[in-house]
């Protein structure tokens, strides 16, 4: 059958011995794995699988990582444990409990209405370059496990075979495709799965195949680890993420992730530089959360990620299917669940239904379509997060909403929830939009907001 785009193209069934491709074994390529080849055990199918994989997760820093906070959401946490791959220490280097909320007016502590603390950080590489010192609470072996190696050891259990070798050429053969590594062929594959995010330019090289994919658009991130020692990790962040809506020039967004003896701050925004980072950790609001004598190193372990921020189109063709951030995923949460989603679809597809254009139109396209709907009300509620943080009277009316629900648990968690769910990536967007349109909530928050009004012109009267 020829290799082609076309919705109407009959279905590709994969037959015992045929092989699959992965490019990428980062926890797209990973869980797509493990998912097919659990189900062709199943259904009694040999499949020959291979995921290739240049980086080597145990390496520290950038090289050996796949630069990101680390944040396991609650819900894939939970998703995961059903699926028999359980989180847990060393991997986990930090449970959490809470997000703590830090405005220019003030701040609010949200607490999991889940009492397991069911969000994990991890690091996803070897961890920070080292800088572990002799601190005596500080265990250099549980610093570095990587929660990619340990899923890609999990895929490996399941009958994957892993190369350590970049692929650097993809080219279109007949029906199949063949992946190369410096001019000599790897595979010529029945299936190619473009695991491989969007920080190489492996997704260029799928692009430049003619199929009618093009690669999803992207933003560039700040990510810097900053070494403070474990028992200070514990008294100063404890087992919250803090995010930070202090209107910093050119930050959209900042937060710090507590993990072992690390914290990790990620930055979002126009230009974000080494000097952005430094300047951000100098701003009081954020210096009171270090160790009073604590200031901050000229280096520090450093990357520049990009983040996929709209999603890729025409992921799929004959015999190839792109999945994780080089598809869908959700805006500027929960990554590694959409890699889950996107890599789930496609592998039952690819089991279950064949490999053709239309098997994966049918069959996996509507998760990806799924994701991109609904990132649709994830770019509505962030920018009325924006328009919140930069209005100060409905800042502040906001807080004291989330402040009271917090302390007087009779009032419900309506406000509290919606913030909780929409930065840990818990809920769908579309839901959390909808839960915010309740009647008495938009009551509550124009009755606070007169308040708030109210005091402030107050105040101004008295001068
Ligand atoms: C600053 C930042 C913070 C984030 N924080 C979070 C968070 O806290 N929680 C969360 O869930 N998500 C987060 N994300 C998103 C998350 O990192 C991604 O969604 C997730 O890593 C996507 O997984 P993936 O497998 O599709 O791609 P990747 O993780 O990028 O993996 C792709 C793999 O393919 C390999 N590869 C690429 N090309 C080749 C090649 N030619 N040959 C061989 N191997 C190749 C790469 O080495 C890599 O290992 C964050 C992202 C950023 C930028």
């Known amino acids: 059958m020829p290799m082609n785009n076309s919705k109407e193209n009959s279905s590709i069934a994969l037959n015992d011995g045929d092989k699959i491709a992965v490019l990428g074994g980062g926890p797209s390529g990973s869980f797509f794995s493990i998912f097919a080849l659990k189900l062709a055990k199943q259904i009694g199918k040999d499949i020959d699988l291979t995921i290739y994989e240049h980086k080597s997760f145990s390496n520290e820093g950038p090289s050996g990582c796949n630069m990101c906070a ?200 126009k230009d974000i530089t080494k000097q952005t980072v430094k300047d951000f950790l100098n701003y009081p609001v954020v210096k009171n959360k270090f160790p009073d004598s604590w200031t901050i190193t000229d280096t520090f372990c450093r990357c520049v990620p990009k983040i996929n921020v709209g999603a890729a189109r025409h992921p799929f063709a004959d015999r190839i299917v792109m999945i994780g951030d080089a598809s869908s995923a959700r805006l500027y949460k929960d990554g590694i669940g959409s890699a889950y989603l996107t890599a789930k679809a496609a592998a039952n597809t690819a089991i279950l239904h064949g490999v053709s254009c239309s098997d994966f139109y049918k069959n996996y396209y509507p998760a990806c379509k799924k994701i991109n709907r609904d990132n649709f009300f994830g770019n509505v509620m962030f920018a009325f997060t924006n328009t919140v943080n930069k209005t100060p009277v409905i800042r502040e009316a906001l807080l004291n909403i989330l402040r009271n629900e917090q302390d007087r648990p009779e009032l419900g968690y309506r406000c509290s929830t919606i913030l909780w769910d929409m930065f840990t990536g818990n809920e769908l967007y579309t839901d959390i939009f909808l839960r915010a349109l309740n009647p008495k909530l938009l009551l509550r928050i124009l009755v606070n907001i007169i308040g708030t009004t109210f005091i402030r012109l107050k105040t101004i009267w008295r001068y």
């Open 70 to 269: 680390g944040v396991i959401s609650e819900s894939l946490v939970q998703l995961l444990a059903i699926e028999g791959i359980c989180l847990k220490s060393p991997i986990v280097q930090r449970a959490i409990d809470s997000y703590r909320f830090q405005t220019i007016s003030g701040d609010v502590l949200l607490h999991s209405l889940n009492e397991q603390r069911g969000i994990a950080t991890v690091y996803r590489g070897g961890g920070p370059v080292s800088k572990i010192t002799s601190e005596a609470d500080e265990n250099p072996e549980t610093e570095k496990i990587s929660f990619d190696d340990f899923l890609l050891d999990y895929a490996e259990k399941e009958g994957a075979k892993i190369e350590n070798i970049r692929v650097d050429d993809i080219k279109l053969d007949n029906e199949k495709p063949q992946i190369f590594s410096n001019k000599r062929i790897l595979s010529d594959a029945d299936l190619v799965v473009g695991a491989c995010g969007i920080n190489t330019k492996t997704a260029k090289m799928f692009e430049e195949l003619g199929i009618g994919y093009t690669q999803p658009s992207v933003i560039k991130a700040f990510q810097s680890e900053i070494h403070i020692g474990r028992e200070k990790v514990s008294t100063q962040f404890g087992n919250a993420i803090h995010i930070f809506l202090i209107n910093q020039p050119n930050v959209k967004f900042a937060a710090i992730t507590p993990k072992g003896s690390y914290v990790t701050v990620s930055m979002l925004g």
